[in-house]
């Protein structure tokens, strides 16, 4: 096993280089690894890479926000912003007005009241700037958006815009073309029973900040990146997928993805890209089980 600082969040740096004749993580001399036991990382994936330049460089992506005086924020400020996101150095202060109807909405019981029903989504369900809370009901998809299969002509069950929050909802066993982002959105609670085509997918930039909810039965992609985002993804629990997180293939996307916690089973990749924009930061402890790789960039791969 390769790595680097166990105590630093680290950033995926697609421009990085990477000796995979030397056997670390994936060169030909490494032998298979076992998938059979369940590996939990902290913040590092990595411990040294023997004098190889890293493939996964510590280093925080430059924010496409700036400050009111023309100067770019800093990152971490920025995540704070949109996300909430507390690090040990720096607590958000819940007597902050700001920060306090966001802390009371995170900590307060779901509404599950509807939990059971299952409503057939005959036509995408928008949502622009505004909150759904679908109370736990499960939302399946006619045959009108697709079969859940492969097909890239699907329909997606919701369209989500200008910030909506979409929050305690089941997508059921036709899942289609999941949900589409356009202009960033909030998740909160959010299950697919069975991921169709992709899960979610961001079609126009936009901060998506996803919180707990869970996934099964991605035959691909759960989460597709088409556009520059800030993507974070809190607490969230994958089983059985390709690839967790990717951005579209060979494309140039600004990604900026926080993966904060969780627990994935039985895939090949917790993130992948080709693109020289994107960057992944791993926070908090990750737990896999039967999965192959923390990242795969173009053709190269680290292996948990």
């Not at 958006?145 to 002509?153: M, N, R, Y």
């Not at 697919?192 to 909810?213: H, M, Y």
């Amino acid at each position: 096993m390769c790595g680097v600082d166990g105590q630093r969040p680290i950033d995926f740096d697609r421009t990085s280089r990477f000796d995979l004749e030397s056997g670390c993580l994936g060169g030909s001399n490494r032998t298979d690894t076992d998938f059979t036991a369940i590996r939990t990382r902290k913040v590092s994936p990595f411990e040294d890479f023997s004098g190889n330049p890293p493939m996964l460089a510590s280093y925080v992506p430059n924010s496409r926000e700036t400050s009111e005086n023309g100067m770019d924020s800093d990152p971490k400020d920025v995540l704070r912003k949109h996300i909430n996101w507390q690090s040990d150095s720096k607590k958000v202060d819940p007597s902050d007005e700001k920060h306090a109807t966001t802390l009371q909405t995170t900590a307060e019981k779901p509404d599950l009241s509807k939990e059971g029903s299952v409503i057939v989504v005959k036509e995408p369900i928008v949502v622009d700037g505004g909150v759904f809370n679908g109370k736990g009901a499960t939302y399946t998809a006619s045959s009108k958006l697709g079969d859940g299969g492969q097909s890239e002509t699907q329909s997606p069950l919701f369209i989500l815009k200008n910030g909506a929050t979409l929050k305690n909802v089941d997508l059921g066993e036709n899942g289609a073309d999941g949900i589409h982002v356009y202009g960033g959105a909030t998740l909160e609670n959010v299950n697919w029973q069975n991921v169709g085509e992709d899960a979610l997918t961001v079609k126009s930039a936009g901060d998506v900040t996803i919180i707990g909810g869970s996934a099964k039965g991605a035959t691909d992609k759960i989460f597709q990146i088409n556009a520059d985002t800030r993507f974070y993804l809190k607490d969230f629990v994958a089983d059985g997928f390709t690839t967790l997180v990717r951005t579209n293939g060979g494309k140039q996307i600004d990604a900026d993805v926080t993966i904060d916690g969780g627990a994935f089973s039985n895939g090949s990749n917790v993130f992948r890209t080709d693109s020289s924009l994107a960057s992944v930061t791993f926070l908090s402890d990750i737990t896999l089980d039967k999965v192959k790789n923390w990242t795969r960039v173009g053709d190269n791969q680290s292996g948990v």
